[in-house]
């Protein structure tokens, strides 16, 4: 399978989120990164429902979510209308985790389930073969700008290598700091999704167009 990606929407600039999803779309953006924030799990607040279905009417991308709360049923119920392509919840806030899985499944949504770097990868392995995507985190969830964690590439190639050997094979996904310097870390063991923020996709550090920093992302990941 090709790499993807996925853009993290709360770094757009969210006073022109049209001509945002539009530069977007042309620049062939596989997903969009939505991080629902409670303001209990992270110091933050981020993307409420309402809104994220305005952005899902305005755009043919499909949505990942990304859920950094305390309670992930609730937050379920919240954005399940809106139809995303994934919903990601953390394995650290969850005494069930198959309820939580079977319940995103009932919305007819692709179940991941989300780790932080400091949680070791044991705390997932008994829910490989049920979730459609594993987000692993390079960075705390919370807060953009943050310095890549280079102690989970150890992870990343452990994970790898389980996966090789087993029957059913959830994509990787890889969130924070990610850009072309951090994508060449993991040269050797490249996950299936990257999600791009600011420090790769929506700062202002050129006058490239998205289409041509995702140019340069790849030129990265083929190498």
Request: hydrophobic fraction near 45%; aromatic fraction near 6%.
């Amino acid at each position: 399978m090709a790499t993807l990606i996925a853009a993290s929407i709360m770094c757009a600039d969210q006073l022109n989120v049209a001509d945002e999803l539009a530069k977007l779309e042309a620049a062939g953006v596989d997903m969009l990164h939505c991080d629902v924030m409670d303001g209990a799990y992270v110091n933050n607040l981020a993307i409420g429902p309402e809104w994220l279905a305005k952005v899902k009417n305005a755009t043919n991308i499909p949505l990942d979510i990304h859920l950094a709360t305390i309670n992930p049923i609730k937050h379920i119920d919240l954005f399940a209308s809106i139809k995303p392509e994934y919903i990601s919840f953390h394995v650290e806030v969850c005494e069930d985790v198959p309820a939580v899985i079977q319940k995103i499944r009932s919305y007819h949504i692709k179940p991941a389930i989300a780790l932080n770097p400091e949680t070791p990868l044991k705390a997932i392995l008994p829910y490989l073969n049920d979730v459609e995507m594993v987000l692993m985190m390079t960075v705390n969830p919370g807060f953009a700008g943050q310095n890549f964690q280079e102690a989970v590439l150890e992870k990343l190639h452990e994970l790898k290598a389980l996966l090789k050997n087993n029957a059913y094979a959830p994509l990787i996904e890889v969130d924070g700091n990610i850009n072309a310097t951090t994508i060449g870390k993991m040269s050797e063991c490249l996950p299936d999704v990257f999600v791009l923020g600011t420090s790769a996709l929506f700062h202002r550090n050129d006058n490239k167009a998205y289409s041509e920093r995702i140019v340069q992302i790849w030129s990265q990941v083929k190498s």
